[in-house]
């Protein structure tokens, strides 16, 4: 696959969003469909190893990379975004300690644009602790483990060729180092999935619940060493998912904010002749929004060059970007919303699409609370999860 710089990834990536994901967004959201053409689109345009390093045939792109891109496609289509954004935090996962046979199996199909994988990590019982799975793998030989459980909420479910799996060893108390990350290819045998997602907003993710039951891999799907799932989550899943979600979040409230400069600037007062955009106090709210749009999307772009150069408190960074992305799009779209009135209130809106996507900024695990939570023991040197 042609490797492109940052610049024209980003660049594509606008126009794939402004000629693909914008003719097909509104069918995503009525029909609570997974973006398939703009999923697809991406792989042929050399998007699918976009975070895979070069030498296994990827773009080599960092966070700051993946923010971009992702925010380019969140001002179009918020669920492409996600479901495009959580296949790259799976591949970063799968590539980051490959084996040979694992960069033949599923990193060099994913670089071809021709295999799409995800996350599977939540589970009703552990909730927002994202990082507790219950999902038992048990060795059955030394070539062979077991995998039963059930997951829940999984971008791309039921879409996507290969999940990375999160579980615990059959024989553990739930200590933390006992658990792993695993590859599971879709069509392995004991995979089941839940009813078609229909949620409120993001309606375009496939998001369901995938039930494994007696289902058999090879040794070799396991990703790292046993144990290593801790190690994978706070230092590649946590920092990529963060940042895929914080730039489509910032894409859908750059889009609500653009709606608001159009309406400003086309609606007239036909007793005065005047247009809305002249009125003060609509031009000093349309300010404070710009201004607080772009301090979230500085605070973002710095979080994410910060975890690409090293630096030692990228963490904090990615996590204040997240809680603070997720706080500026809800806000701004209920500002947007009052400030071009009835006229955005109407049911099939852009702002009501962006109201119903915005809110899952708050809900999506790594949560609002435990971020704060979480940066609140970084700052005071404590371990994350001291309790």
Known sequence: MQRLD???????????????????VDQVDKEAIWPQEGI???????????????????????????????????????STAICYGMHCVGSSVISVNATEEQQDKFITPICNGQHITSLSLSESGSGAHFYLPQSTLEQIDEDQYLLNGTKAFVTNGGQADSYVVSVVAAESESQVDQFSCVVVPSDTDGISWGEKWDGLGMRGNSSRIMELKNVMIPRNN????????????????????????????????????????????????????????????????????????ERTRQLTYHAATSFDHGEPDAMVALMAAKVEVADCVVNLVNEVMTLTGGISYRNGSKLDRSLRDARAA??????????????????????????
């Not at 940052?6 to 097909?24: D, F, G, H, M, W």
């Not at 790292?224 to 895929?244: C, H, M, R, S």
């Not at 809900?363 to 001291?386: F, K, N, Y």
Request: with cysteine.
């Open 40 to 78: 697809q689109t991406l792989q042929k345009e050399g998007f699918g190893g976009l975070v895979i390093p070069q030498a296994y045939g990827g773009q080599g792109q960092g966070l700051l990379t993946l923010a971009k891109v992702c925010e380019a496609l969140g001002e179009e289509c918020a």
């Open 6 to 24: 940052n610049q024209r990834l980003i660049k594509k990536a606008k126009e794939i969003a402004t000629s693909v994901l914008a003719k097909n």
């Open 362 to 387: 708050h809900l999506m695990s790594p949560t609002t609370e435990i971020l704060r939570v979480w940066i609140g023991r970084a700052v005071l040197g404590l371990a994350l999860l001291a309790d």
């Open 222 to 293: 396991l990703l790292g060493k046993e144990g290593d799932q801790i190690w994978y989550i706070f230092n590649v899943v946590t920092p990529y998912f963060l940042i895929a979600m914080a730039g489509t979040f910032l894409g859908v409230a750059s889009s609500a904010l653009e709606v608001a400069k159009k309406h400003l600037t086309r609606r007239y007062h036909t007793h005065t002749g005047s247009s809305l955009a002249q009125a003060n106090v609509l031009q000093h709210r349309l300010g404070t929004l710009w201004a607080m749009l």
